[in-house]
């Protein structure tokens, strides 16, 4: 549920506002961006009974092949956001239904055509869902799939155990932290001493800075900087990292193993203009 106010917002009484309620969640945003620029993508999660129709037919609109279990007791997960005057937001999360999200739910035979497994760090923050994500990542790995990391919200990496995020990760093949995300696993600095640091645990970083661009970063090789893409006016700015996370991985997984950094580097101002174009208007799907 969308809500930016159209005056200054007035405490304890009324203020007018546009409202609006769009599908959403980052992973499924990402799966959404993926399919809608070529990748074959499959999107596995927990709704609620009463709705999980609607977001099979959302995620197959886009091209996802949508594989959602029915909660038959807990609505599905929903998140209000404030949008300030300047685009930024607030969010006020309830997972819902994503809270029993349970290994029965995703067969092992998932994975049996994937090339990649993508988590967002929102598996991660919850005990229950830790054990999905740790079971995912051990499928594969046995399988020697490559892995794929957004690690999804600032606030919820600074409840976790100092490090534990990075450890469970570490080998990930690409991981795609915004500012905040990497201040909190490997220290307040610099975008680029922040990146480099990142690239311990991971093969490639690209790290979100909103409309600063990006910085982007492979082990033993300087950082590049890459610029985004201006804009007028922005409106929204829900999804934008979802749509630069789902361009990017759509312009790596059609690259080819180990693509060099000139490619990478298409990849991420690629992203930026996808992302872009998400800032000028309400919701982080493909219009």
């Known amino acids: 549920m969308l809500v930016k106010p159209l005056d200054g917002v007035t405490p304890g009484s009324d203020t007018r506002a546009a409202i609006g309620a769009r599908p959403g969640g980052a992973a499924a945003n990402q799966a959404a961006w993926m399919a809608h620029l070529g990748a074959e993508v499959t999107f596995a999660g927990r709704a609620g009974a009463r709705d999980v129709g609607y977001h099979r037919q959302e995620?197959?609109?886009?091209?996802?092949?949508?594989?959602?279990?029915?909660?038959?007791?807990?609505?599905?997960?929903?998140?209000?956001?404030?949008?300030?005057?300047?685009?930024?937001?607030?969010?006020?999360?309830?997972?819902?239904?994503?809270?029993?999200l349970g290994q029965p739910d995703l067969p092992p035979s998932l994975l049996d055509e994937a090339d990649v497994l993508h988590l967002t760090g929102y598996t991660f923050c919850e005990p229950p869902l830790l054990e999905v994500a740790l079971w995912l990542l051990g499928q594969a790995r046995s399988r020697d799939l490559a892995v794929t990391i957004d690690p999804g919200s600032a606030a919820f990496l600074a409840r976790m155990e100092p490090g534990a995020f990075l450890r469970w990760t570490d080998g990930a093949a690409v991981c795609f932290p915004n500012r905040d995300e990497a201040a909190v696993?490997?220290?307040?600095?610099?975008?680029?001493?922040?990146?480099?640091?990142?690239?311990?645990?991971?093969?490639?970083?690209?790290?979100?800075?909103?409309?600063?661009?990006?910085?982007?970063?492979?082990?033993?090789?300087?950082?590049?900087?890459?610029?985004?893409?201006?804009?007028?006016?922005?409106?929204?700015?829900?999804?934008?990292?979802?749509?630069?996370?789902?361009?990017?991985?759509?312009?790596?997984?059609?690259?080819?193993?180990?693509?060099?950094?000139?490619?990478?580097?298409?990849?991420?101002?690629?992203?930026?203009?996808?992302?872009?174009?998400?800032?000028?208007?309400?919701?982080?799907?493909?219009?």
């Open 185 to 287: 696993l490997v220290g307040d600095a610099d975008p680029v001493t922040m990146a480099t640091r990142l690239t311990r645990y991971y093969g490639v970083v690209a790290l979100k800075l909103g409309g600063a661009g990006c910085v982007l970063a492979v082990p033993g090789q300087a950082p590049v900087p890459v610029a985004a893409t201006g804009v007028r006016t922005v409106q929204d700015t829900t999804g934008a990292g979802d749509a630069f996370c789902g361009a990017f991985m759509s312009r790596w997984l059609a690259g080819g193993p180990d693509p060099p950094v000139p490619e990478l580097v298409s990849a991420a101002e690629f992203a930026g203009r996808i992302a872009a174009s998400v800032v000028t208007r309400f919701g982080a799907r493909p219009a």
């Open 59 to 100: 995620l197959a609109r886009v091209g996802v092949r949508p594989h959602l279990a029915a909660d038959p007791e807990t609505d599905t997960g929903a998140i209000v956001i404030m949008v300030a005057p300047d685009g930024e937001r607030t969010m006020f999360t309830d997972r819902g239904a994503n809270r029993n």
